[in-house]
């Protein structure tokens, strides 16, 4: 389980939460512990999944 026990900073919320350079869809919280969601996967969900079939 990952945690972080930085105080949060916006820059660093905003690249956890709104990140398409991030490959994960559930990428580390940024502050305490377990994992957030990255909504832009949620946003783009067709580019999400392209992604992951041209990975492989």
Same mark, same amino acid.
């Given at each position: 389980? $990952?945690?972080? &026990?930085?105080?949060?900073? #916006?820059g =660093? #919320? %905003?690249? =956890? @939460? &709104?990140n $398409?350079?991030?490959? =994960?869809? +559930?990428? $580390?919280k940024? +502050?305490?512990?377990g994992?957030?969601?990255n +909504?832009? &996967?949620l @946003?783009?969900p @067709? %580019?999400? #999944?392209g992604? =992951? %079939?041209?990975?492989?």
């Open positions: 389980m $990952p945690y972080d &026990w930085r105080k949060p900073t #916006v =660093r #919320v %905003r690249s =956890r @939460a &709104w $398409p350079d991030e490959p =994960r869809l +559930f990428p $580390p940024s +502050f305490g512990w994992y957030t969601i +909504f832009y &996967w @946003a783009h @067709a %580019r999400y #999944v992604g =992951r %079939r041209h990975s492989s």
